[in-house]
Structures are given as C-alpha cells and as structure tokens.
C-alpha cells in the first residue's frame, strides 16, 4: 500500500493496516513523518508534482493506494484506478474533497443537503459581492487548503480586504478562488464518522462533538449528546453524500448543529482527526481499524460503543527545526484511564500538533466529565527546545 501522507492519523492507519499483515510504504514531503517511523518503507516526494507521484507508483506497484492529506496531484487518481489500482476510497471521492466548490456544489445542489450560504469569488471584487449576497458576519476559505489555512471570520467590511489576501496566500498556490459562507451560529459542532463497505451496509459511529480554534481541532469527545432526530438527519446526509462519491473506507462528515437544524459542512474521505478519540477505546474497533477493514474488504458486522471518551491535542508553542522535546508526559499519564499519543515529529512550529491524549470512562457517565480530565492531562504537556530537554 501506497499511503501518501504520513502524520498522526497515517501513522495509526499504518499500524492497524501491519497489523493486519499489509505492507505500507509511508509518503510524505519530509523525512521523519510520523508514519515513517513504524513503516520499514518510506519516500519523500512532492506529492503535488503529478510526474514524481507517477514514479512512485511504477516502481513499488501498488495494490492500494492510500491519500491522508488533500495536497496531492489527485487527478492522477483517475488514471490508477484504470489500471486496476484501489485508489481509497475512490479517484472520485479524493479529488471532489480537495476542493472545497466540488463538494459544495455536489451536496447542496446535486443531492440537496442543507448547507449555509455560500458565494465563490475569483477576485476582491466578486469577494465583497458576495459577502453582500450571504451577509456579514461570513467565514472565508481558500478552495484548496485543510487544517483552516487561510480561513478567516468576517465580522465587518473592513475584515474583508485582510480575508482576501490571507486566502489567496496561505491556499494552494495554483487555485486563486474562495468561497464565501455565511457563518452559521452553531451550539455543536460534530464529526460522523461513517464506514462505506465492499459488501456490507453503510455504518455510523456514535457522534463525536468538538472543538476548533482557528480553524484547528483542539479537544474532541465520544459521544456526543444530540437528539435522535439529529442524529437521523445527520446520518442521512452522511449516506446521500458517502454513496454519491463512492469506494469503501471512513469518512469524517462534519456537521454544526443550530436551534434545530442540521446542516452539512464538509467531510474527509479518510480517518478525520476528531476521531482520534477512538484511540480511548470507545469503539469496538478504532476509526484507523474500520478504515483498514474496509479497505481491505474485511466484514464490520457492527460498530459499538464501549467507553466514553475524550481527546486533547498538545500544540507546540515555538518555532524549533531541530527534533524538539516534550515535557510533563509523566504527569500527564499518571492520572488513571488517560493515555497518550507522541507523535515524534521532527520540527515543531507554532500551533503544530505534537501530541494527543487520550481519556476514557465507563458509557453511563457520558463523555462530559471526560473533556476536563484529557485537556488538563494534555495542559501537563510542553513542547521544549532540544537544549532544554537534554
Ligand atoms: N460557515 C461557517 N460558520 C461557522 N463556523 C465555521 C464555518 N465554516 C467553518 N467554520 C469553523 O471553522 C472550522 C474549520 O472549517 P472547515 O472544516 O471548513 O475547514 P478545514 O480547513 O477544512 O478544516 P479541517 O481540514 O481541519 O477539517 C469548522 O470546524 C468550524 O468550527
Ligand atoms: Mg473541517
């Protein structure tokens, strides 16, 4: 297998696919990508330069190939899947969710799922054109970024310029486009996350609730307390656009929940980084376990709740190009039911993810007291210069 991307979530998907007794090739732009330390085959390449990904793929000749970050050459995609490879979930699926108008366009007009307004704008111009068409206060986003790159809130006209220029810098170089949504006043936002099967019915793991600063995954918990009406709703959106882009795997389809309204966000075609909270064991299997069943083709006969859980990112607070230390993981798993996740990455910068935790707790108590426990184990937790840590 192919795995073109090798962070935190790679790294987890490359273990549960060894285990299962596959042989991954871990891909990344740098050397030292934390999937590339438990795989015993790595490249570094440019995966947006198309010619390099085509390389790659004629000399390991792969049965699967395995996209974990969105800034790939995917319309290459198209073409393995002609020759017979298993391109994860599909060429499809990879390519409508990099770009952020082909997916909008394919669940609110094609399949007709409620989303907030939205306006795309290829220049300033057409950008306070459409502020005025969806309202301030809007969010804008490049069509190609991941993780809020470039993302930012407008709250007044005069946000607009700096929204602009910030989306137009800080997306993928080669598409000068944004969109336009209206910012919806949510109380939850949540993550479905939803196994697509090769011979088996469409399944959803409990909801996870989380948390994003700055367009940033900060604390996710499992199980997230929504109605059954919403959780039906969300369920139905998650199937409608899952079948529409096709292929089997896990998807992370992200949803706000507003008064009493579901409306669709956009989604991951891979293990989405709120489901990290499966590492506490709240499932039977974890979301990296379900993907690599229904890559493989394996049988989920079901998904089950077993623990409630929480997670908690740890973010470096400085600049270091040298592999950077971590201080206070003793204190931070001394606590019971807390684990944690080091994801050995060799530079940190500012805001860069370094390290998860992880909590649990049995099913009747509910994921709530569990957020406090993990983003106070998480808070023991500093990145450190090298120096210091020696
Ligand atoms: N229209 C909106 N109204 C209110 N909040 C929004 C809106 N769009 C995005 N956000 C906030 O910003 C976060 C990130 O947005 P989005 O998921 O679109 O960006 P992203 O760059 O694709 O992030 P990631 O790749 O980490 O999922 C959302 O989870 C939500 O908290
Ligand atoms: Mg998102």
Same mark, same amino acid.
């Given at each position: 297998m192919l795995l073109l991307g090798s962070g935190e979530l790679g790294k987890e998907f490359a273990i549960a696919m060894a285990r299962l007794g596959q042989e991954v090739v871990a891909v990344d732009s740098? *050397? $030292?990508a934390p999937a590339m330390q438990v795989t015993p085959c790595s490249e570094v390449i440019d995966m947006l330069d198309g010619d390099a990904l085509d390389a790659l793929v004629d000399k390991h000749q792969p049965d699967l190939i395995v996209p #974990? %970050? #969105? *800034? %790939?050459? +995917? &319309?290459?995609f198209y073409d393995y899947e002609s020759r017979g490879i298993q391109v994860v979930p599909s060429a499809k699926a990879a390519n409508f969710t990099m770009n952020r108008k082909a997916i909008r366009d394919l669940a *609110? =007009? &094609?399949?007709g799922l409620r989303t907030a307004p939205y306006r795309y704008a290829t220049s300033y111009e057409e950008l306070v054109r459409g502020a005025e068409e969806v309202g301030i206060p809007c969010v804008v986003k490049p069509l190609m970024s991941s993780s809020g790159k470039g993302q930012s809130t407008v709250r /007044?006209? &005069?946000?607009l310029q700096k929204a602009w220029d910030s989306a137009i810098t800080k997306g993928r170089g080669d598409y000068a486009e944004v969109i336009i949504e209206g910012f919806v006043r949510f109380e939850t936002e949540i993550t479905l996350l939803t196994v697509t099967q090769k011979n088996g019915p469409t399944l959803f793991c409990p909801p996870i609730g989380h948390v994003q600063e700055r367009g940033d995954y900060q604390e996710s918990w499992q199980p997230c307390a929504i109605s059954p009406e919403e959780l039906a709703e969300a369920q139905r959106m998650a199937g409608a656009v899952t079948e529409a882009l096709g292929g089997a795997g896990i998807w992370g389809v992200e949803f706000f929940l507003a008064e009493d309204r579901v409306v669709f966000s956009e989604l991951s075609p891979r293990p989405h980084d /709120?489901?990290? =909270? /499966?590492? *506490? $064991? +709240?499932?039977?299997?974890?979301e990296f376990e379900l993907h690599a069943r229904a890559v493989l083709g394996l049988p989920i006969p079901s998904v089950e709740l077993l623990r409630a859980g929480a997670s908690a990112v740890v973010l470096a607070d400085l600049e270091s190009a040298e592999r950077p230390g971590l201080e206070g993981v003793e204190a931070a798993v001394s606590e019971p039911l807390v684990d944690v996740r080091l994801f050995g990455k060799p530079v940190a910068r500012v805001n860069r993810r370094m390290a998860v935790v992880v909590a649990s707790g049995p099913v009747e108590e509910g994921a709530e007291p569990l957020r406090e426990r993990a983003k106070a184990a998480a808070a023991k937790i500093r990145v450190t210069r090298p120096a210091m840590s020696s």
């Open positions: 740098y *050397a $030292g #974990e %970050i #969105e *800034a %790939i050459r +995917t &319309e290459r *609110a =007009v &094609e399949l /007044t006209q &005069e946000d /709120t489901g990290m =909270v /499966t590492l *506490a $064991g +709240t499932q039977n299997l974890s």
